[in-house]
């Protein structure tokens, strides 16, 4: 049982296009955390959520907490930005994980 | 920009051999995390750690593992005699506030792998 399921899975973009990866969770959650994982393994926080939307820079999150479903946009895309994106809950208690979306960016 | 340290970025081991993996989180940090990643697999919850004590911890952290905070900077996990399905990246991380009050910041992780 996958409590966060996240899509798509893979994805390959030329750069400068607009991306979205999107979370769906099962369990009440007490904030939401979109991380990226650099090639090397080494894992960044980009965002926290419990409501509401949150920019930084070109990135983008949304959350709707009725749904259940998070999104991560990247606008203007570019070839740095290719990493695996995670979408990861919170319970108060219980940390869950999505598998990842691998997102390339191509010149 | 003050950041979480892990040492060594890379444990080789035998199978039933003991391990600890070190943490040095950020200084005015209060709760403290350990995840793990087996290779392809997704990221996983192990344990929190807040005012010397486990919060919480999932399934995964059973008898062989231990957490401590044996001084003020230092946040360590051991596990007691490793099998080979320990091998594994093993991610420090730590938060100024609660879980939902403040972002998670990650160490670069250490790498076990288990022969």
């Known amino acids: 049982k996958n409590e966060v399921e996240q899509s798509p899975q893979n994805l390959t973009a030329q750069e400068g296009e607009f991306i979205t990866i999107n979370c769906s969770y099962s369990?009440?959650?007490?904030?939401l955390h979109w991380l990226q994982q650099h090639p090397g393994g080494g894992i960044v926080s980009l965002f926290m959520?419990?409501?509401g939307k949150k920019k930084h820079g070109r990135l983008i999150a949304t959350i709707n907490i009725q749904e259940k479903h998070s999104s991560l946009h990247i606008t203007a895309s570019h070839p740095r930005d290719s990493a695996v994106y995670i979408c990861a809950v919170s319970t108060g208690n219980q940390f869950y994980f999505g598998t990842g979306t691998s997102l390339t960016v191509i010149p | 920009e003050p950041e979480v340290t892990q040492t060594p970025s890379h444990q080789v081991t035998q199978m039933g051999q003991e391990v600890i993996l070190r943490c040095v989180p950020i200084?005015?940090?209060?709760?403290f995390y350990w995840y793990r990643q087996i290779l392809g697999q997704k990221v996983e919850f192990l344990v929190s750690?807040?005012?010397?004590?486990?919060?919480?911890k999932s399934e995964i952290f059973d008898d062989q593992f231990s957490v401590e905070r044996p001084d003020g900077s230092n946040f360590t996990l051991k596990i007691r005699s490793t099998k080979l399905e320990d091998s594994a990246m093993y991610f420090c991380a730590s938060s100024e506030s609660g879980e939902g009050f403040s972002p998670l910041h990650f160490g670069n992780g250490t790498r076990l792998t288990v022969t």
């Open positions: 200084s005015n940090h209060l709760y």
């Open positions: 369990v009440g959650i007490s904030a």
């Open positions: 959520l419990s409501s």
């Open positions: 750690f807040y005012n010397n004590e486990i919060s919480e």
